[in-house]
């Protein structure tokens, strides 16, 4: 049989015995990526400059060209856009904030607006996205995928580790040290005065920042979104440190637990429980700043490495995280911010130890 025919045959039986799947992925690596374009978006956290940096060196190291897109999704609008070398993240990798800067952008909610993005990276020959930041900058992301088929690939940074499909969120770890670092020296100016502080610290969804930069401190209650507070209980418990004139004590509250803020349960503490000398602290954006932790600059090289391995990969529209210590692959419609469970190990843990 002449060559030309075996060959035809060959073709029609391979396309016979290919899966619709198989051949999405195939199709999908022809489409190689070679030019990205990495963005920090929403939120900042400490740990994007490392994460920049991987993914800058990575796309390097195979070949791709590399480019800095500032203020995330309004200067793919505005077509703020750069081109990156090894150079330009040297010595990045200890600081705190991004120096890609980041931004909100209203626009790019818009049908318009993301036209206009899509556009400015098709001058650049832009064909890959790395996005860093929380689930809005994902949805983002994914929207924009399905409308202009751009691979984005996510890297979770936020302080709050509130995103389904990680372990880790870039900015956890330095944000709780910094709250630590904090309580730490309010717990000695307490300890000199005979006060009772009330700490509040960030998350409005998550209360992860409170749990552990509270059982960290020998906080004596430790108030978070995810457990119904019960007020009763710790004012009964602090009349009864009261009697014993145990007199200093910390008491932790995520921003957004559901009886308020620290100001509001100071005032009821002052109301029913008057022997306590109060003072509130609200420890605010120092917990967004600062050097990152050696385990966020750990998570955000290994995160930013692996989103370009993604790219390369003809993986699409996933959000890169950690389970279990191994990389694990999350839809991006899928890594949403979710209340991680808070075992009731952890609140029987506080307890305990605070008596
Ligand atoms: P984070 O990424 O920290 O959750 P945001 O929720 O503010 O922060 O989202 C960052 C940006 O992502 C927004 O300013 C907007 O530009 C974009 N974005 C968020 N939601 C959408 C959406 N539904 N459609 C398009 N863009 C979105």
């Excluded at 030309?4 to 195939?26: F, Y």
């Excluded at 909610?109 to 400015?120: I, V």
């Excluded at 004012?235 to 009864?240: D, G, K, P, Y």
Aim: with cysteine.
């Amino acid at each position: 049989m002449p060559t030309q025919i075996k060959n035809a045959i060959w073709d029609v039986l391979v396309d016979c015995l290919l899966t619709s799947e198989t051949r999405e992925m195939i199709e999908k690596m022809q489409k190689k990526v070679t030019r990205i374009g990495v963005m920090t978006s929403g939120g900042d956290a400490p740990g994007m400059n490392a994460c920049v940096r991987a993914v800058v060196r990575t796309g390097l190291y195979h070949g791709l060209e590399v480019f800095g897109i500032m203020r995330g999704y309004q200067g793919m609008i505005e077509n703020d856009i750069i081109p990156m070398d090894s150079r330009s993240v040297a010595n990045i990798i200890q600081r705190g904030g991004t120096i890609l800067k980041t931004a909100r952008c209203k626009e790019f909610t818009t049908p318009e607006g993301r036209k206009k993005a899509y556009e400015n990276l098709q001058k650049h020959g832009i064909n890959g996205l790395v996005v860093i930041g929380g689930d809005g900058s994902f949805k983002g992301a994914q929207i924009f995928s399905n409308e202009y088929d751009i691979p984005c690939i996510g890297i979770p940074g936020t302080i709050d580790k509130d995103i389904a499909g990680t372990d880790f969120t870039i900015g956890f770890d330095t944000a709780v040290n910094t709250a630590i670092d904090a309580i730490d020296k309010i717990r000695d100016t307490a300890d000199a005065h005979d006060r009772l502080f009330v700490v509040e610290v960030m998350g409005r969804d998550a209360g992860y920042i409170a749990l552990y930069s509270g059982i960290g401190t020998g906080a004596e209650h430790i108030l978070i979104p995810e457990k119904k507070t019960d007020v009763e209980q710790i004012l009964s418990s602090l009349q009864e440190k009261e009697r014993r004139k145990k007199l200093v004590n910390i008491l932790v509250v995520a921003e957004g637990d559901d009886f308020g803020g620290g100001n509001e349960l100071a005032n009821l503490i002052k109301e029913r429980v008057p022997g306590f000398d109060i003072r509130v602290a609200i420890l605010g954006h120092i917990q967004r700043g600062g050097s990152p932790s050696s385990m966020d600059r750990l998570i955000a090289s290994r995160m930013g490495y692996s989103a370009v391995e993604c790219l390369l990969e003809g993986r699409h529209n996933v959000m890169v995280g950690i389970v279990n210590n191994r990389m694990h692959f999350t839809p991006l419609d899928k890594a949403v911010k979710a209340k991680q469970r808070i075992s009731e190990e952890w609140m029987k843990i506080v307890k305990i130890l605070a008596s």
